[in-house]
């Protein structure tokens, strides 16, 4: 029996649109939105499996964020990305914010969702998990706020 994913708890907006920037052009990049009146919240690099530099910037007043992602190293997924579309950049997921990451997570799992990973941390003190590219045909990733690393 397939779970009611109608139920599903907590899938209550688009957390961010993360953009791939080819390596060295990050800065140009923040500059670019900051032009447009775009903030500046998070700069972070990221170990680990994702192996990035992130910026998090704000649109006007709204939690409406866009997250650049420059690659750190030849074996990031996001260079990878890059590599694929001939180093030119441009759109590497779009992720949803959820309520509780784990009952997200065991939600999609059961009614079959190819998940890359179990949820883990991510950045700015986030849990995370993504949905593979062949199911929607782009890479979604799924965000709980400050969520405790359980």
């Known amino acids: 029996m397939e779970p009611d994913l109608t139920q599903l708890p907590g899938f209550e907006f688009i957390d961010h649109v993360a953009i791939a920037v080819p390596a060295g052009q990050l800065e140009v990049m923040v500059e670019r939105y900051k032009k447009l009146g775009f903030t500046e919240l998070h700069r972070e ?19 409406n964020l866009v997250q650049l992602l ?6 990031s997924p996001v260079a990878k990305q890059l590599e694929k579309s001939g180093g030119r950049g441009g759109f590497a997921h779009l992720a949803f914010r959820v309520k509780d990451i ?27 998990f993504f949905v593979h590219p062949k199911d929607f045909s782009f890479l979604i990733e799924v965000v709980q706020e400050g969520a405790p690393h359980a």
């Open 45 to 63: 690099e990221v170990h680990g499996r994702h192996q990035v530099r992130e910026v998090l910037l704000r649109i006007g007043t709204s939690e």
């Open 70 to 75: 420059e690659p750190l190293s030849d074996d």
């Open 102 to 128: 784990h009952v997200a997570y065991q939600t999609m799992k059961q009614a079959g969702f190819n998940l890359t990973q179990e949820p883990g941390p991510g950045s700015r003190g986030t849990m995370i």
